[in-house]
């Protein structure tokens, strides 16, 4: 086990090696979100819609994408469609985290949505809008402020799933400790390292979601 002292040396050492893999592991966690965001709106109105065609189509999603892992998900983009059409190994991963991310958020957007009181939709069609303009305008806006907090999570999670970026040799956060610690052969001391960075990321963000949270709260 590294000394903390040594680690402290190795962390100040290794801080330049670490500053572009870090921006590409929040660039990548971004675009993830951003994709799985409207890709999960998407299919939560597929689900709470009355054709049962869509709800089968969000429920085939959303149990395919849940049941198989992730890294499994990176593959088939990565090599399965490599001969089709080359993604790259940023969008590769990015639509892998968004594609899977997507049932995850698809559900939590299903959930805010049917916890709006089915009043409200009868009071937008008393008004002369059709569904889709009461859903636009009067449940979606309620929804998605009550889907920010479990999102905020999502976003955590995505952040820390970014790491399996590494397997298909993207410069991401744990692919330079690997790198490091393969050249060094000091394993321990680069994986505590970028565990620490993981860690205070990780922090940063859940201090901004829980005052996004309370700044909501206040708006209630």
Avoid: C
Avoid at 2 to 23: D, Q, Y
Avoid at 125 to 130: D, F, Y
Avoid at 186 to 195: C, G, H, K, P, R
Wanted: net charge positive; no cysteine; charged share 15%.
């Amino acid at each position: 086990m590294p000394s903390i002292s040594h680690l402290i040396e190795e962390f100040i050492r290794t801080f330049p090696f670490f500053l572009k893999p870090l921006l590409l592991t929040f660039e990548l966690t971004f675009a993830s979100v951003l994709v799985g965001t409207v890709i999960g709106l998407f299919i939560a109105l597929l689900k709470v819609s009355r054709f049962s065609l869509a709800q089968m189509i969000a429920n085939v999603y959303i149990t395919v994408i849940r049941g198989t892992p992730l890294i499994v998900q990176i593959f088939v983009l990565y090599f399965g469609f490599y001969k089709v059409v080359d993604l790259g190994q940023f969008w590769s991963a990015a639509l892998a985290l968004a594609v899977h991310s997507g049932a995850y958020i698809a559900e939590i957007f299903r959930g805010a949505i049917q916890s709006i009181d089915k009043g409200q939709m009868e009071a937008g069609l008393s008004l002369g809008m059709s569904p889709a303009q009461t859903m636009r305008r009067i449940i979606l806006p309620q929804a998605l402020k009550r889907s920010i907090p479990p999102l905020g999570n999502q976003f955590i999670l995505s952040l820390k799933e970014s790491s399996l970026a590494a397997f298909i040799a993207m410069d991401e956060l744990f692919s330079m400790a690997r790198r490091l610690s393969a050249e060094t052969f000091d394993e321990m001391t680069f994986f505590l390292i970028v565990a620490v960075y993981y860690l205070v990321i990780v922090m940063l963000f859940t201090y901004l979601v829980n005052k996004l949270e309370k700044r909501l709260a206040k708006g209630d």
